[in-house]
């Protein structure tokens, strides 16, 4: 079974940054899109950003567009999303999931074969 655990999420002041970060037990992140999703208290879980291919193509959510970057470490096995400018309506949960499909179902996380336990990332005003 693979495992996902990500990591770097902590609270920050609105226009901060963080970077986080989605490590793989097994050798998957060339496998299919690998994506970031976050769920906000009260609301449904959105996709965030994806990417294949040592970002060869990568997705974006409209509202993230602009401040975040999907990238991969093919050597470390790890995806990061760094995120600038935040804003108090980043907070949520944040989520990684691999083995995904590209192209116009990127942001449909329930067609993941895996997903990792979450970080939090707070943005205070």
């Known amino acids: 079974q693979v495992q996902l655990v990500e990591s770097g999420g902590g609270s920050v002041q609105a226009g901060g940054s963080l970077r986080l970060s989605c490590a793989a037990s097994e050798y998957v992140i060339s496998r299919n899109c690998m994506g970031w999703f976050r769920q906000a208290p009260g609301k449904e879980r959105e996709g965030v950003a994806a990417?294949?291919?040592?970002?060869?193509?990568?997705y974006y959510a409209d509202s993230v567009k602009g401040r975040f970057a999907i990238s991969q470490d093919y050597a470390e096995n790890t995806v990061y999303l760094q995120m600038n400018s935040l804003k108090p309506e980043d907070t949520a949960i944040y989520y990684c999931?691999?083995?995904?499909?590209?192209?116009?179902?990127?942001?449909?996380?329930?067609?993941?074969?895996?997903r990792g336990q979450g970080t939090q990332v707070t943005v205070s005003s």
């Open positions: 990417v294949y291919g040592r970002g060869l193509s990568t």
């Open positions: 999931a691999a083995d995904g499909p590209c192209g116009n179902s990127w942001y449909k996380e329930y067609t993941y074969r895996y």
